[in-house]
């Protein structure tokens, strides 16, 4: 089993709203990665979390605050949001942060809307 | 910093042969990888050259030269599901934990 799964699929939220993204894996992978992905523009890291504990936040705005309950679960909470949030955020989960290979396997996203 | 280089857009007919270059300016990383991003779906990685040099998966083929600063992606036996966008990606080396670097991305888009 290769797959890691994001919910929901689309999100439609109000700039006043609190939403969670959630992410799930499976492969006893112990390093798990927030991305942000706009049209026609490669993902951007967001988060990284190493064992359960969170290790790179690149500059996010703390309207997003991640949460990772256990090995295998990576939440996203969203509150407050600005219309230029909208986007597909991305999950994606590697065996180790520090192997060099670093193989990331992707989720099919959450697409979201900011009105 | 780390900067990929990637034409943004490559068109082909099925069965042809295509080659999507990725030039980069880094300090260093351990290697380069190539994603695979259909529309509307998630990047699935193809390949990973450590060492320079050719990589052959199948269809595809990725080639490293160091030296150069350069790598590619080959893609053999087009086929209309290859249409696609294509990443490639590094990771820089001594920075605590830092994930992937992608490129701008190179849209694919086979004929028949």
């Known amino acids: 089993d290769t797959e890691v799964t994001q919910t929901p699929k689309h999100l439609v939220m109000g700039m006043t709203n609190k939403k969670s993204l959630k992410c799930e894996q499976h492969?006893?992978?112990?390093?798990m990665y927030w991305y942000k992905q706009k049209a026609k523009k490669p993902p951007e890291l967001m988060f990284v979390?190493?064992?359960?504990?969170?290790?790179i936040n690149e500059s996010v705005p703390s309207r997003f605050s991640p949460e990772c309950p256990n090995s295998s679960l990576l939440n996203l909470h969203l509150h407050a949001l600005q219309p230029e949030d909208s986007a597909l955020y991305l999950c994606?989960?590697?065996?180790?942060?520090?192997?060099?290979?670093?193989?990331?396997?992707f989720g099919a996203g959450t697409r979201l809307s900011v009105l | 910093g780390q900067s990929l280089e990637q034409p943004s857009e490559v068109t082909a007919v099925e069965g042809a042969i295509v080659q999507i270059n990725c030039t980069y300016q880094?300090?260093?990383?351990?290697?380069l990888s190539w994603y695979q991003q259909h529309d509307g779906g998630a990047p699935t990685f193809l390949s990973y050259?450590?060492?320079?040099g050719l990589e052959e998966t199948g269809r595809f083929s990725s080639f490293l030269s160091r030296s150069d600063s350069y790598g590619y992606l080959l893609l053999q036996e087009l086929q209309m599901k290859d249409s696609a966008s294509y990443f490639c990606?590094?990771?820089?080396?001594?920075?605590?934990?830092?994930?992937?670097?992608f490129g701008k991305g190179t849209t694919l888009s086979v004929s028949s």
């Open positions: 994606a989960s590697s065996q180790d942060q520090g192997v060099a290979k670093n193989i990331q396997y």
């Open positions: 492969m006893g992978h112990r390093a």
């Open positions: 979390y190493s064992y359960e504990k969170l290790s």
């Open positions: 880094t300090s260093g990383f351990y290697g």
């Open positions: 050259n450590a060492l320079d």
């Open positions: 990606a590094v990771r820089p080396p001594n920075q605590a934990g830092t994930a992937l670097i």
